[in-house]
T-cell receptor, first 113, second 118 residues
Framework: EAGVTQFPSHSVIEKGQTVTLRCDPISGHDNLYWYRRVMGKEIKFLLHFVKESKQDESGMPNNRFLAERTGGTYSTLKVQPAELEDSGVYFC???????????FGQGTRLTVV | AQSVAQPEDQVNVAEGNPLTVKCTYSVSGNPYLFWYVQYPNRGLQFLLKYITGDNLVKGSYGFEAEFNKSQTSFHLKKPSALVSDSALYFCAVRGDMNYGGSQGNLIFGKGTKLSVKP
C-alpha cells in the first residue's frame, strides 16, 4: 500500500513568489490534514479536510494560504505571495477515520529567500 | 487549552540500556495520545497510540508507552536501546470531542532528540 506522498520535497522561492504544494493521501482515506513545522518550533496544525470539505481550517495563518481538495483525492496548498516567515516543513497526513492515527508524508521543505 | 510538553530537548542513552522519552499533556476529558518518530530526511512515522483500555501500550520497533492519568503522562519506553533508534520523537494529543476537543487536529510537543551511542 502506497503511503502519503508529497511533492516537491524541497522548494526554494523568492519572497513574493507563489508556491503550490501537493499531497496525495493514502487511497481510501477521507481525512486529510496539513501541518507545518517552522524551524525549532512545534508542529502546528493548519487544516483538516473530510473528503473535499474543509472541516477545520482554524490553523491557517492568514489569507495568503489557500488549500483545496477537489474531488476528495489529492490536496494542494498554495502560498501567495510567500513571505520569509513561511519557511518551514509542511507535512500532509491522512487517516481513515478521525479518531485513528494519521499517517504522514515525508514533508515539503519550503525556503523563502 | 490543550497542550503537550516534552521536557527534554535531547536524551542520550548507551546502546543496550533502557530508554525513556517523557511526555505530559493537558486536555479536558479523555485524551487520545500518540507517539511519532522522525528519522533524518524522513517523514513522521506512527509508533503507537493510546485511546482507551490497557494503560501499557505496545507499538512498533519494540517501543511501548504507559498512560498515567493521575500524572497526565504518556512516557515512551524501550527496554534495550539500539543505535538505529536515534531520531526525533514527537508526542501528540487529540482532545476529547465531548469536551470541546478538536475533531481532527493533533497537538504536538516540540520533540525530543534521542541519541543512542554504541
Amino acid at each position: 500500500e502506497a503511503g502519503v506522498t508529497q511533492f516537491p520535497s524541497h522548494s526554494v522561492i523568492e519572497k513574493g513568489q507563489t508556491v503550490t504544494l501537493r499531497c496525495d493521501p493514502i487511497s481510501g482515506h477521507d481525512n486529510l490534514y496539513w501541518y507545518r513545522r517552522v524551524m525549532g518550533k512545534e508542529i502546528k496544525f493548519l487544516l483538516h479536510f473530510v473528503k473535499e470539505s474543509k472541516q477545520d481550517e482554524s490553523g491557517m495563518p492568514n489569507n495568503r494560504f489557500l488549500a483545496e481538495r477537489t474531488g476528495g483525492t489529492y490536496s494542494t496548498l498554495k502560498v501567495q505571495p510567500a513571505e520569509l516567515e513561511d519557511s518551514g516543513v509542511y507535512f500532509c497526513a491522512s487517516s481513515q477515520v478521525v479518531r485513528a492515527e494519521a499517517f504522514f508524508g515525508q514533508g515539503t521543505r519550503l525556503t523563502v529567500v | 487549552a490543550q497542550s503537550v510538553a516534552q521536557p527534554e530537548d535531547q536524551v542520550n542513552v548507551a546502546e543496550g540500556n533502557p530508554l525513556t522519552v517523557k511526555c505530559t499533556y493537558s486536555v479536558s476529558g479523555n485524551p487520545y495520545l500518540f507517539w511519532y518518530v522522525q528519522y533524518p530526511n524522513r517523514g513522521l512515522q506512527f509508533l503507537l497510540k493510546y485511546i482507551t483500555g490497557d494503560n501499557l501500550v505496545k507499538g512498533s520497533y519494540g517501543f511501548e508507552a504507559e498512560f498515567n492519568k493521575s500524572q497526565t503522562s504518556f512516557h515512551l519506553k524501550k527496554p534495550s536501546a539500539l543505535v538505529s533508534d536515534s531520531a526525533l520523537y514527537f508526542c501528540a494529543v487529540r482532545g476529547d470531542m465531548n469536551y470541546g476537543g478538536s475533531q481532527g487536529n493533533l497537538i504536538f510537543g516540540k520533540g525530543t532528540k534521542l541519541s543512542v551511542k554504541p
